[in-house]
């Protein structure tokens, strides 16, 4: 199993640019979302899917999209980027349907914004 | 809304010594779960230990334990016998059983010295 894959693993992009950030899993959960972690900052929501089809809004949505196809895929797409959009962005998954205690999360994507 | 306090932005501790770190949090809903992650300089996140609201022992995980105080709303870490290697930022996180959006508090750095 390789658990929470995520790439590129660093980015550089210029105001105005767009992107995909990839994650994939092959654990088949359900439940899959994109954080994003600002310096001194914990993680912070941006979308969250619960199955193939579905997706929604977390506590930071604005400026990002996201589809999901297919159980073990999820991009992230920055439609036009900003300098606010610095940040580490984080994939993780977990299956639904009871609390699960364990995320498991991706090793990160760390994306600079000029 | 969920709301995750980790009031000590840094902490020491001498090799070999038990260390504390602080978590409250905030949630109007009666199921819920706190974990606490761990994150290394080298960027990932390390699922640690969890507590789900309605347990009624404090979680334990080797040297790693919870101080669940449901009253006080308190989801404090107990690391045993610190070790140099458990040098990273710590991170208390918390869902609710009916939500999908698990917030994370801003994090704690320990430094274990030797």
């Known amino acids: 199993n390789a658990g929470v894959t995520q790439t590129p693993k660093f980015q550089v992009l210029k105001t105005g640019q767009s992107m995909t950030l990839q994650c994939a899993q092959d654990?088949?959960?359900?439940?899959m979302s994109w954080y994003r972690q600002d310096p001194g900052m914990g993680l912070r929501l941006i979308h969250y899917s619960v199955g193939a089809g579905i997706t929604d809004q977390g506590e930071v949505p604005n400026g990002y999209n996201v589809s999901r196809s297919t159980t073990e895929d999820f991009p992230l797409r920055l439609l036009s980027a900003a300098p606010s959009q610095t940040s580490v962005y984080f994939c993780?998954?977990?299956?639904?349907?009871?609390?699960?205690?364990?995320?498991?999360f991706g090793p990160g994507t760390r994306l600079t914004v000029t | 809304a969920q709301k995750i306090t980790q009031t000590q932005p840094g902490m020491f501790v001498q090799e070999k010594e038990a260390v504390t770190l602080d978590c409250t949090y905030d949630?109007?809903?009666?199921?819920?779960?706190l974990f606490w992650y761990k994150q290394p300089s080298s960027g990932e996140m390390i699922f640690l230990i969890y507590q789900g609201s309605y347990d009624q022992q404090n979680a334990t995980e080797g040297r790693y334990s919870l101080n669940f105080q449901k009253a006080r709303k308190s989801a404090n870490l107990v690391i045993s016998a610190s070790q140099l290697g458990d040098s990273a930022m710590y991170f208390c996180?918390?869902?609710?059983?009916?939500?999908?959006?698990?917030?994370f508090g801003a994090g704690t750095r320990l430094t274990v010295k030797p």
């Open positions: 996180a918390m869902r609710a059983n009916n939500n999908n959006d698990m917030r």
């Open positions: 949630t109007s809903d009666p199921s819920y779960g």
């Open positions: 993780a998954s977990r299956p639904t349907g009871t609390l699960s205690p364990e995320q498991y």
């Open positions: 654990m088949n959960h359900e439940y």
